[in-house]
Structures are given as structure tokens and as C-alpha cells.
């Protein structure tokens, strides 16, 4: 991390409303995967606070931000059901936060680098697809489907395509002039004059959308009672009406019934497992889309996924992992440092026992204009160009994780896309033996590193960690004349050394025959 971003209110000016936004989109995200899996409402905001206070603290990820997941709500609804309780189910959180620690002391984040760049593109274009498709129907009015789904098929027996269909059948008119002017807000903050405005730089549209969609509603009960919007249309938080009330939100782990029983064991290394794995995989993600390159010491992230699931498994919260949707969002609101994470952390919070009825009169097609644009940005057309450009061992893989997880699930949607990124590399990787080779370097000498005839992404991992340990103020010359093929995400790697890394470590460096690539700008 840049010594820019070392002060956790250098970049306040940037990092709250960058946080703001987070805080808009996480909530009905929060709310939703908490009624899809089966639990407490507030379990959900639980998540979400604790993902953002308790991560955003101890996460070395500059961007990432946590919460409740999508990709967990099968996991926990099933779970809820054989343990026979959600106060034993609580036990399997909290378990598997441990687990998630001990996988970071073991070094087990390593597991992010084996991820191809082709396979973590092709996911971010498609949550952004999954995105603008299970948003239309709550921007039309129609809202039977939670707004945190994210399944190919649906608990209704409809798909991500029938509830479109549905949509624009039985859609609503108030729902489509709110998101209609929603959207116009959002597409006016874009526009570079509007960034010249003091107010607007931190302002963020969100905001202003969310309160116009609250205005707009309380016209439309006033002057058109036929196109306003109440019930399933609008966010749906609980209210407490004293202390009491709202510490009664909060429920407590049942140890005496849960250690005796296996089953919370199983129900805690498969949560531990498949947040780790979605945690990994939305590291790498945002580290793709950072402007500044940073690189989030992953070890250290599972440690404090870890210290999230045990606080949020504590107070009665959902298992939660770092979220493309909400780091992304981050990131296009402007946020630099991990504050904006703790800020919409703290909001969720505040704004849970200070304003609840306020915040359910927010009409989800407001919220779901937000996404929309949140969903455009991760699936931009520049960016199936620019895969298409670099040649189809990259462009296949990508466009087979998009079909894959559109129609299953992130993870197994992920495995499909390894499966024929791995096809092309081992095509080629066959005779690979060293990746490098160090010469035994003399006080004064430059550091001589050969990269060998074959450099593949299996070789990612080992030379990312070569290149963190160089040491600072040194001379170093990575030579690539002897490679054959030197594949793209390593192309990658080193490029982005060469414009950030060693300059932060004060690197004299020189490359030889190693050809640079663009990389993606964040936007």
C-alpha cells in the first residue's frame, strides 16, 4: 500500500462517500440473503456490520468489502433445517471463523494466485450480467424474487429469464418512473461537469437517488395513490420500538446443544471452505480493478474473514466472505483507502437503531437503478474487447465462466472456467521445468532473475511471492530471453511490479525481452 493511504482519514473526502454508496447497496443485499436463507432478518444487517467494522479493521485489502453471501445461502438454509435450530447453527459460524484463521496461519491465501486472469475477468462481467438481469424486474415493480438472489433458477421454480418475462407482464408504473428517473441521476453524476462541483464530488448520486425515490413515492400516495408503492416494493427492515425491542434482534449461539453434535462440525468446514474459496476469488477480482494495482496479502484476509465470522456468529449474524458486488461498488464510487468499508459498516449499524422507518420507505426500484449501474460497470463492452484482442486462450475461458456461472453458481460456474483455461496452459506446459533461476548475488551486483522457456499462471503464485521479497533499494533485471511463451497473467504480474511495486520498494529495475500489457484501469 502506497504511504498515501497509510492514514485512515487522509482519504475521508473520497472514502465516505465511497461508503455511502456500499451502505446503499449492502442493505437490501443484506436483508434479501437473510430471507433467502432461512434466517433472521436483522442476522442479515448483523453480517453486513460486522463484515465492514470487524474486516475492514484487521483485512489488509484496501477495497475488498465483506458481508453476507449469496453464494452461502443454500449452504445456510440447509443447515438451519438438519441442525434443528438457528441458535446451533450459530455454533457452525462461529467454528468456522476459527477454521478460517488457522487456514491463514497455515498460508493457505496462496490459493488466490492459482486463479487465472481469463477465469476471475469472465467472473466479474458475469456477476455484472447476473446483476443488470435480476435487477430489471425490481426496476419494472415486480418484486416476488429477493433482491439479493443470485441463482440461475430460483426457490419460486421460475430463472433468472421467466422473472423478466414476469416482469414487464406484471410490472408496475410507479416502480418504472422512479427507476426511469433513478437512472437519468445516476447517468447525470457520470458526467465529468458534475465532478467539478464541490458538493457533488462528495455527494454521491446514490443518495440522491435513494432520497428522490423516497420523495417521488410520497407524491405519488398524495397526488396519485395508484402508482405508489408499498409492501414487497420497499425495503423491509425490522423496526424496534424501544432497547429491549432491538436487543431482542440478536440471538445467541447454543453451545450446550451444538458441540455434542457432528453435524455442526460439517456444517462448519463447509462454510469455512466455500467462503475462503469465494473470499480468494473476490480478492483477486478487486485487486483487478484497484487504479492503484495494490495487492491484498491474502493470508492475512482469511484471518480476518475469520475474526468476522466469529463476531457475527456470536451476536446471531450470518457467515459472510468479501463481495464483488459491494468492493466493486466501492471502487466505482471512488473509495481508496479499507475506511469505506468500516464507514458503510458503522452506517449499517447507526442507521439500524436510529432511522429503520425512514429506511423502509426507500422503493427497491431506486436500489436496484443503483445496481444497474454497479452491474454495467463490472460487465463494460471494453472489457470483452480487450479479451477478445489478447487471443482465444484468454477470450474462451472467460466466455465459458460467463455462460457457466450465469446458468449454475459462482463456484461451480469458477471450476468450469479453471477446467478449459487449464486445458489450454497444459497444452503448452508440458515440458516446463524452473520458471527462474537466481544467480548468487555480491554486495553492488543487480539480482539477475531468468524466466524459463515455459512461465505459465501455475507459475503465478511463486513469482509473486519472489517479487514481494525482493528487498527494497535494490538493482534487479528479470530477463525473459530464454522463454519460449511467457503466459498473460504473468505478463500481468510483472507489468504491474514494474509500474507500482518497484517503485514503492525504490527498485531499480530493467526487463528484458518481457513484453508489457495494459493494464485495467478499474472503471
Request: net charge neutral; glycine share 8%.
Amino acid at each position: 500500500m502506497s504511504k498515501k493511504n497509510l492514514s485512515p482519514f487522509a482519504n475521508f473526502k473520497y472514502d465516505f462517500p465511497a461508503g455511502l454508496v456500499v451502505f446503499l447497496v449492502a442493505l437490501p443485499l443484506c436483508l434479501g440473503i437473510a430471507l433467502a436463507s432461512g434466517a433472521p432478518l436483522f442476522a442479515g444487517i448483523i453480517a453486513g456490520v460486522m463484515g465492514g467494522i470487524v474486516c475492514g479493521i484487521v483485512s489488509g485489502s484496501p477495497l475488498g468489502v465483506s458481508g453476507p453471501a449469496a453464494g452461502l445461502t443454500v449452504i445456510v438454509l440447509s443447515a438451519i433445517s438438519s441442525l434443528g435450530s438457528y441458535e446451533v447453527f450459530l455454533v457452525s459460524v462461529v467454528l468456522a471463523g476459527l477454521l478460517q484463521i488457522l487456514l491463514g496461519l497455515l498460508k493457505a491465501g496462496i490459493i488466490g494466485y492459482y486463479f487465472p486472469s481469463s477465469v476471475i475477468k469472465g467472473m466479474l462481467a458475469a456477476i455484472g450480467l447476473i446483476l443488470i438481469l435480476k435487477q430489471i424486474p425490481h426496476a419494472l415493480g415486480f418484486d416476488k424474487d429477493l433482491i439479493g438472489d443470485e441463482e440461475f433458477m430460483q426457490a419460486d421454480k421460475r430463472n433468472t429469464f421467466s422473472e423478466i418475462w414476469y416482469a414487464f407482464i406484471y410490472h408496475s408504473k410507479g416502480a418504472i418512473i422512479i427507476s426511469v428517473i433513478s437512472l437519468a441521476i445516476l447517468l447525470l453524476f457520470e458526467r465529468p461537469f458534475m465532478k467539478k462541483i464541490a458538493l457533488f464530488r462528495f455527494i454521491p448520486g446514490a443518495l440522491i437517488v435513494v432520497i428522490a425515490g423516497i420523495l417521488i413515492n410520497y407524491l405519488f400516495t398524495l397526488f396519485a395513490p395508484e402508482l405508489a408503492l408499498s409492501g414487497e416494493h420497499l425495503v423491509t427492515l425490522p423496526v424496534a420500538h424501544n432497547a429491549n425491542e432491538f436487543l431482542g434482534f440478536f440471538t445467541m449461539p447454543d453451545w450446550g446443544a451444538a458441540l455434542s453434535n457432528p453435524k455442526v462440525y460439517v456444517t462448519a468446514g463447509t462454510i469455512a471452505i466455500v467462503a475462503s474459496l469465494e473470499t480468494l476469488l473476490c480478492v483477486e477480482a478487486t485487486d483487478k480493478l484497484d487504479p492503484e494495482k495494490r495487492n491484498t496479502p491474502t493470508n492475512r484476509e482469511l484471518i480476518a474473514q475469520g475474526a468476522g465470522n466469529i463476531a457475527s456468529g456470536l451476536i446471531g449474524g450470518l457467515p459472510l466472505t468479501q463481495v464483488i458486488v459491494r468492493s466493486s461498488a466501492n471502487i466505482n464510487s471512488g473509495g481508496r483507502t479499507k475506511s469505506a468499508a468500516v464507514i458503510h459498516g458503522v452506517l449499517l449499524l447507526l442507521c439500524a437503531i436510529l432511522i429503520p422507518g425512514l429506511l423502509n420507505k426507500i422503493p427497491l426500484a431506486s436500489l436496484a437503478a443503483v445496481l444497474l449501474l454497479v452491474g454495467y460497470k463490472l460487465s463494460k463492452v471494453s472489457l470483452y474487447k480487450e479479451m477478445y484482442k489478447i487471443g482465444w486462450e484468454q477470450f474462451l475461458p472467460f466466455l465459458v465462466t460467463i455462460v457457466a456461472i450465469l446458468f449454475t453458481d459462482l463456484l461451480k460456474g469458477i471450476g468450469i472456467g479453471m477446467v478449459f483455461a487449464i486445458f489450454y496452459i497444459l497444452r503448452r506446459n508440458y515440458r516446463t521445468s524452473y520458471f527462474y533461476h537466481k544467480n548468487e548475488v555480491h554486495a553492488g551486483e543487480p539480482i539477475r532473475i531468468r524466466l524459463s522457456e515455459e512461465v505459465t499462471f501455475l507459475n503465478k503464485a511463486s513469482i509473486q511471492l519472489m517479487l514481494d521479497e525482493l528487498p527494497e533499494n535494490s538493482s534487479v533485471i528479470i530477463d525473459g530471453t530464454n522463454s519460449v511463451n511467457i503466459d498473460y497473467d504473468v505478463l500481468e504480474i510483472l507489468t504491474n511490479f514494474s509500474l507500482h511495486g518497484a517503485k514503492e520498494k525504490n527498485i531499480e529495475l530493467q526487463m528484458i525481452n518481457i513484453p508489457e500489457v495494459a493494464l485495467s484501469s478499474g472503471h
